[in-house]
């Protein structure tokens, strides 16, 4: 048995990497876009091909093609892999920027098989758009995925300082705290994606974006321009944010968070729960809803007038293949609240049917 595993131990190596290969491809299939006899026909030539490089390396090393030279895959599989991926032009275009998954672009709906058709208008949208517009011009793009690691942010602005790059393109992190006495000119796109988000703090979102950008032309000698694009410039918060106009704002926001009882008038809590399972979530939520009901609706909670809605998804369903459901408390602020809140997470976590999920509070958040 040892001189069979010694004579053959190359054949066999190749054989467990070869179905080693067929079982990572197989399981990325999907997001690799491939049929399952594709799988099988680029993993036995991935191994060909390495077979191959050793014995060409080891040929114009020594002339014998009969020895092996490990240098010949160190260097021809990246060439073969850098080929491989122009020839077969895989796109892994789609990105959750919340927990990192990548699919290709898909041509045809999954469910339908009907032709896909590319809409949007984000960051490397407007890019294309603008290199069409001004083809002689440089074109800075910022946002996560240019971006990158942890000090880029920092050197695409160096960048743009230092090779005076005519046109910056971002999303809000070009807004804050930046100081360039030549820039006079300030577009903004679409100044009502974030006025009407599920949050109370959208109008004060906006209008401090607004209002940062708008700062960011004229910082020099020059005189700037700010341009908003919108869908509702009558609307109050747009129109304080353009004038620069802090206190009708301030005044303004105050009137509607007391209308509507939100923080600094009353506590707002989110109840969060997730888990793999949708229903299980569901489930878990609705039992939550009904209990906070029935114990608000009685002493000491009842003088608090406390509202329970709910439940509903939250903003960003499903992250990292867990579901997310969530429940509110509005309620004015007290201790008793906030101890009931706390006892109810503890309670959560002791039923059994709870098992598998998981639920977190926040009290007033910001997202």
């Known amino acids: 048995m040892m001189a069979w595993l010694q004579t053959n131990s190359l054949y066999l190596l ?21 049929k399952w006899y594709a799988v099988l026909i680029l993993s036995v030539l991935h191994t060909a091909i390495g077979v191959c490089s050793v014995k060409v390396f080891a040929f114009l090393e020594s002339g ?30 789609l990105v959750c920027h919340y927990c990192g998954h990548s699919e290709a672009v898909m041509t045809r709906c999954s469910e339908c098989g009907g032709l896909m058709k590319r809409v949007g208008s984000g960051t490397q949208k407007v890019e294309q758009e603008l290199l069409a517009l001004f083809p002689n011009v440089k074109v800075l793009r910022m946002d996560a995925d240019t971006v990158g690691a942890p000090r880029g ?21 070009v807004a804050k705290g930046l100081d360039f006495e030549n820039v006079t000119l300030v577009g903004v796109l679409d100044a009502d994606l974030s006025l009407y988000a599920q949050n109370y703090h959208a109008a004060e979102r906006t209008y401090s974006l607004l209002a940062q950008v708008v700062g ?19 609307n109050e918060v747009i129109q304080s944010a353009a004038r620069q106009d802090y206190e009708t704002f301030y005044q303004n926001e ?15 809590f989110t109840l969060t729960i997730s888990g793999l399972e949708e229903l299980r979530v569901i489930a878990a939520a609705r039992t939550l809803c009904d209990a906070l009901r029935c114990v608000c609706s009685q002493p000491p909670l009842k003088e608090l007038e406390v509202e329970v809605l709910g439940p509903a998804g939250a903003p960003v ?6 579901y997310r459901y969530c429940v509110y408390l509005c309620g004015r602020g007290s201790s008793v609240l906030r101890r009931t809140v ?23 958040a910001l997202q």
């Open 153 to 173: 942010h920092e050197a695409l602005l160096h960048k743009f300082e230092e090779e005076k790059i005519p046109i910056l393109l971002g999303t809000q992190m």
């Open 14 to 34: 190749l054989t467990v990497g070869t179905i080693f290969n067929v079982f990572w491809l197989y399981r990325m299939r999907r997001q690799l876009q491939m």
């Open 342 to 364: 706390s006892e109810y997470l503890l309670a959560f976590y002791a039923r059994k049917e709870n098992r598998g999920l998981d639920i977190f509070a926040d009290c007033n």
């Open 317 to 322: 369903v499903k992250v990292n293949n867990r």
């Open 216 to 234: 960011r032309a004229g910082r020099g000698e020059r005189p700037g321009r700010a341009v908003i694009q919108t869908y509702h410039p009558e």
């Open 64 to 93: 014998d093609i009969g020895n092996m030279s490990l240098f010949g895959g160190v260097f021809f599989m990246p060439l073969v892999y850098w080929a491989g991926a122009k020839l077969t032009k895989r796109n892994l275009g």
């Open 254 to 268: 105050l009137r509607m968070r007391a209308l509507r009882r939100y923080p600094p008038f009353a506590d707002l």
